[in-house]
């Protein structure tokens, strides 16, 4: 059973910066984080969740375009744990921030970190 557990959320004007953070724990069988794929979710209230952004195991990364070069996904294996950095922040970007991780098209979500952006 895979327990993901994310931080860094906040309030932040425009303009400035968060460092979201993914604790990954448990797989099955033995699986371990570096065989997942990793992603960021988001959710703004009344909307669907969206991708923002998604790292696979080989390190690889797509982002939605209206965060392209000012977010970026990285995972550290080691630590087990996915980030994502979040710069150049406008109040369009205020949502929920829900982690993923997939393995053979099965998906597990952490609880979700809010991230709100206003002066």
């Known amino acids: 059973q895979v327990q993901l557990v994310e931080s860094g959320g906040g309030l932040v004007q425009p303009g400035g910066s968060l460092k979201l953070s993914c604790a990954f724990s448990g797989g099955s069988s033995g699986n371990s984080f570096m065989i997942y794929n990793m992603g960021w979710y988001r959710q703004a209230p009344g909307k669907q969740r969206d991708l923002v952004a998604r790292i696979d195991r080989g390190g690889n990364t797509n982002y939605r375009d209206s965060v392209k070069g000012r977010f970026t996904i990285s995972r550290d294996n080691a630590k087990t744990t996915v980030y994502l950095q979040m710069n150049s922040l406008k109040p369009e970007d205020t949502a929920v921030y829900y982690c993923?991780?997939?393995?053979?098209?099965?998906?597990?979500w952490g609880r979700g970190t809010q991230v709100t952006v206003s002066s």
């Open positions: 993923n991780a997939e393995l053979f098209g099965r998906n597990s």
